[in-house]
């Protein structure tokens, strides 16, 4: 067959390339340029002597499709599916073993003679070896989805087509198959193939995955997403497991998973692998009691290998259910505690740790940012325990001036000094007397009050001012603070002693906005609100949205306040997007600025977003403290701190005051 002039430039650019004279390969890409090396070097094909069209005999096809018989059977599916997206589109579809010959295909009966002369054809070989730089051969070589345009085909004969390849790998990562799609014409330039490589790698993943729960379909499966929604439809983790946990099989997602945990825990002996409670923080018995555990059969863990969540599903084998002994029964129910989250993994741990500590006598110090709900925690472990009956006195540090604080705390005699009651006062602290006390904000209380409460905390008794003699005390104290307390100790702010008598245990909770289970945290504080007021009010699924997507710089306080003003300002018998408050909307700027500053601990990012941010609401502290969802004192306190002063207290020459 005479050549066309582009096949013989086409030949002369690759045989300059093999003799390693200077070859014009101007725009070549890297993958490309290294199979046209492998071929001149390697496997010493001549570009120069173009190769025909190579078909297997019936009988040699035979041989290779029997060995993927399974996954030609678990394949067709997909296979039947991705034709009918690009036939009209003038493409054939390939799908070949390993070794590049097609054990399966698709293509138009009109083009037959035309496309069996080009190689697209059942029986045709695309090994590299034989055909040269091509889609299917060059992505078995390299294990990666590939798009061969044109003249970046190796053989003169292939340059008009434009193919565009995916592996197919088995549950050892080892590429078994390869889905390719390819058309005999097609516009020059390679980006009118840019929508190929993503069709064909998800049709190929998803082969892949109907193989893999195909193969494992009599052993125990968990499928995992990082987004709730696609866990049943498409979850892309997928590992089998025995049912003590250890891990059989993993598809690719599943493997990467592994894989990360690996190079994060390295493995003290070759080929050790992690069971899938190593993998997944939670214990065997609640991975394989998920289906009984929730009403959607999917549930939230912390991925240890890169601290995310997961949305696992468990997958049982086929015709073969657990035995109930399996699944491990769940905790004792401790309502005060258990209604405060669904299946966060991280408040999952808090409760866990919470009911164990409910009737123990050690400091429970809680830490959150603001909002998280760190009283309401602190009221749910007094609830919870023997001293439920006895009161719980919360005390905000950081709210009471320092000059009160002491004589509301310790209380005072009649008399102990001017401008207290006549009666004199029982503190705070003897008010908790058989039951908790409450310390918020613990990281703002004044250094002096600090020796005298650890004195409390050690003897077990309060001296109240002007008494002489030390009263006893029962009582369980819980702080919380949102402050870096080791930062506060390291700057003499607060004692290392007392830190250490309060800190027996810790207990971090989550800001909302990295929690799993916000749509159940929209729900109990929707209901509780509606409750409260009597009302009966429907929350449209287009608020929910937002509210999902919100980032809540403020946590749960701010989610309340938000759902209240909607609450209070919506007409009709449904909130819908537009009665939220407009930063909760999906357009605040700013807001999200002034708290990631906190959170990264950037002090001067902080100054400068609070500054923007009061400007821009005309330092109107109210309207600021609303859009963060934190309180006024709040405000002031990070005024005070960063000295920020409006313009009109400067002109006044005085303080911010709460
Ligand atoms: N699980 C919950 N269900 C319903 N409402 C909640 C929940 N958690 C917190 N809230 C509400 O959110 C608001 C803030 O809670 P809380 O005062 O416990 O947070 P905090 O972390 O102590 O805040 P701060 O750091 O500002 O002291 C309160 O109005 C509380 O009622």
């Avoid at 034989?130 to 590939?146: K, R, S, W």
């Avoid at 799993?516 to 409750?531: F, G, P, Q």
């Avoid at 609070?610 to 109107?620: D, F, M």
Wanted: glycine letters at 8%; hydrophobic letters at 40%.
């Amino acid at each position: 067959m005479p050549l066309r002039n582009e096949q013989r430039q086409h030949i002369e650019t690759l045989t300059r390339l093999s003799e390693g004279q200077p070859a014009d390969l101007g725009g070549c890409r890297e993958v490309i340029r290294r199979s046209w090396e492998r071929c001149v070097g390697e496997y010493r094909l001549d570009p120069g002597r173009p190769r025909p069209v190579r078909v297997l005999t019936q009988q040699a096809l035979k041989e290779h499709r029997e060995p993927v018989d399974e996954l030609l059977h678990v394949a067709r599916a997909g296979v039947d599916q991705l034709f009918t997206q690009i036939a009209p589109l003038g493409y054939v579809l390939l799908l070949t073993d390993r070794q590049g010959i097609t054990v399966d295909f698709r293509g138009q009966r009109e083009q037959e003679s035309a496309l069996r002369r080009a190689g697209l054809y059942l029986g045709a070989d695309w090994d590299e070896r034989y055909a040269g730089t091509c889609a299917v051969g060059t992505c078995v070589h390299d294990a990666q989805a590939i798009t061969c345009h044109q003249s970046e085909h190796f053989d003169a004969t292939h340059i008009s087509l434009t193919c565009t390849a995916a592996p197919i790998t088995d549950p050892q990562g080892q590429v078994m198959a390869v889905l390719d799609i390819s058309a005999l014409q097609s516009p020059s330039a390679q980006e009118s193939q840019n929508f190929g490589l993503p069709l064909v790698t998800l049709y190929a993943r998803m082969i892949e995955d109907a193989y893999f729960l195909h193969r494992y379909r009599h052993c125990l499966m968990l499928r995992f997403d990082t987004a709730r929604e696609f866990v049943h439809l498409n979850g892309r983790g997928l590992i089998a497991i025995e049912e003590d946990g250890s891990v059989i099989a993993a598809n690719g997602a599943g493997r990467a998973l592994i894989d990360a945990h690996l190079r994060r825990w390295p493995p003290w002996s070759p080929g050790w692998q992690p069971s899938i409670t190593q993998l997944f923080d939670g214990e065997l018995g609640e991975l394989l009691g998920i289906p009984a555990a929730s009403e959607d059969g999917i549930r939230a863990f912390r991925a240890r290998a890169n601290d995310t969540t997961c949305f696992i599903t468990l997958v049982e084998p086929r015709g073969r259910r657990l035995p109930p002994s399996a699944v491990t029964p769940s905790p004792t129910p401790v309502p005060a505690l258990d209604r405060l989250a669904s299946d966060d993994p991280a408040m999952h741990r808090v409760l866990k740790l919470a009911r164990r500590l409910r009737n123990e006598k050690v400091g429970v110090l809680i830490t959150g940012e603001t909002g998280t709900g760190k009283e309401v925690l602190a009221r749910a472990l007094h609830e919870s325990g023997t001293r439920a009956k006895g009161p719980f006195v919360a005390v905000n540090c950081a709210a009471i001036p320092e000059s009160l604080i002491e004589s509301e705390l310790f209380g005072y005699l009649p008399g102990a000094f001017t401008g207290g009651r006549s009666k004199g006062m029982r503190g705070l602290i003897q008010q908790a007397d058989g039951g908790t006390l409450f310390l918020d904000e613990i990281g703002d209380m004044p250094l002096t009050l600090q020796t005298r409460l650890l004195r409390v905390l050690s003897e077990r008794e309060v001296m109240p001012l002007g008494a002489e003699k030390a009263m006893c005390v029962d009582i369980r104290v819980i702080t919380a603070t949102h402050r870096d307390m080791s930062q506060l100790i390291a700057r003499g702010g607060f004692r290392e002693d007392l830190y250490y008598r309060l800190n027996g245990a810790q207990l971090k909770l989550p800001a909302l906005r990295e929690r799993a289970d916000k749509h159940y945290v929209i729900r109990s504080v929707y209901r509780a609100l509606l409750t409260e007021r009597g009302r009966e009010v429907r929350l449209r699924a287009d608020a929910m949205s937002a509210l999902l997507a919100h980032a809540w710089p403020g946590n749960i306080r701010q989610l309340k306040n938000a759902l209240a003003f909607a609450l209070a300002t919506a007409e009709g018998d449904e909130i819908t997007l537009h009665d939220l408050p407009e930063e909760c909307q999906g357009h605040l700027a700013t807001a999200p600025r002034v708290i990631e500053a906190v959170s990264q601990g950037g002090e001067t990012t902080e100054r400068q977003a609070l500054h923007a941010l009061l400007r821009e609401n005309s330092w109107n502290v109210s309207l600021v403290a609303r859009r963060l969802g934190v309180s006024r004192p709040t405000i002031y306190r990070r005024m005070r701190r960063h000295s920020l002063v409006p313009p009109n207290w400067r002109e006044a020459g005085s303080n911010p005051e709460p």
